[in-house]
């Protein structure tokens, strides 16, 4: 027996033993971290996976309801379309015209009324159906618009529809033009509560060839009754050149939506008549029940932009007085408007 010396620490294991012991420790551990590595690695790929299905569910529901979101805009813009397209031929092409010859086109413009006041800037009590600074503004800007030199013709007459108690910011915003031109001798634009009535006299003013080579303006007093106007005038969204949008954007008072009325066979003028050698002046190469009235929308900014428009007519030249009217008020600085 050996004898140990006081302080001496011994091995427990032989040295042969002991590293084969430290041996088969370090394959454990290496055996257990190459488990814990392979089945965190499952574990990540299941993740991925589930993450992977998840995502792919959810982007195909995605397109799915994209896709029937588009059909569905497409249904409802056929069948607007398809009552618009009603509403013209009952309008418009039950009846032959009277003094209207082929090639006989005509525009409405259907407005938006001016900028007005919003609910917070008017107290309890206080009309608010009036158009504010920058609404009167644009009206007297329309002027500049319309003109024999101008953007738009001089219209051959102005209409404004609305309840008669609550169309005063519509007949605020054709005033000044209304004034200016005179139009139709009159000193205020004629106003319109039933829908019905303001279309039928449209119909008859188109159908009397009255419209012929000439314009007519609408200003609505609700952005909602623009679509609503264009669709009883045969106007939809898919079945009239560029189109009359279903609906109109409740905050935007700057788009006018243009109806261009044409009588002929295919319903453009020009290259019909060429095509088929008619004149423009008489129906006698086509029989009554081959011309129709067509009409084709399309959208178009009024481009008003208030600063531009004030150093146009000279607010902001250097010296300018400062006075108590604006001087866009003045009508008369717009004879030397190009």
């Given amino acids: 027996m050996e004898s140990v010396s006081i302080g001496e620490v011994r091995p427990l294991l032989k ?57 569905h805009d497409i249904k409802t813009n056929e069948i607007y379309s398809k009552n618009a397209d009603d509403n013209l031929q009952a309008l418009l092409n039950t009846q032959p015209p009277t003094n209207t010859a082929v090639g006989c086109q005509g525009t409405v413009i259907i407005m938006p009324h001016c900028e007005s006041y919003f609910k917070k800037e008017k107290g309890p009590g206080v009309d608010r159906d009036h158009c504010n600074y920058l609404g009167l503004q644009r009206s007297f800007y329309l002027i500049t618009q319309f003109g024999t030199e101008r953007r738009w013709p001089i219209p051959r007459d102005i209409f404004v529809f609305g309840s008669k108690f609550r169309r005063k910011r519509a007949m605020e915003t054709m005033l000044p033009l209304q004034q200016y031109y005179n139009v139709q001798g009159r000193s205020e634009p004629s106003a319109y509560s039933n829908r019905a009535l303001l279309v039928k006299h449209i119909a008859s003013l188109i159908t009397n060839g009255e419209l ?60 019909e008549n060429k095509m088929h050698g008619v004149d423009a002046n008489s129906t006698v190469n086509l029989g009554a029940d081959e011309l129709k009235w067509h009409v084709y929308g399309n959208v178009v900014s009024e481009r008003f932009d208030p600063l531009a428009f004030s150093k146009l007519v000279g607010e902001y030249d250097p010296g300018a007085s400062i006075q108590e009217y604006p001087g866009w008020m003045n009508t008369s600085i717009y004879e030397d408007f190009p």
């Fill in 15 to 71: 040295n042969g033993k002991e590293v084969k012991f430290h041996q088969r420790t370090r394959r454990r551990k290496s055996f257990t971290a190459s488990v814990c590595a392979i089945f965190g690695a499952s574990m990540l790929l299941v993740l991925i996976f589930i993450l992977y299905t998840v995502i792919s569910k959810g982007s195909q529901k995605l397109h799915q309801e994209r896709k029937r979101a588009h059909q």
């Fill in 212 to 271: 012929c080579s000439h314009i007519i303006t609408v200003t609505t007093a609700f952005t909602i009754d623009i679509p609503n106007i264009a669709s009883d005038l045969g106007c939809g969204p898919i079945n009239a050149g560029a189109g009359c949008p279903i609906v109109y954007d409740r905050n935007d008072v700057d788009k006018a939506w243009e109806l261009r009325f044409v009588y002929d066979k295919k319903g453009d003028e020009s290259l």
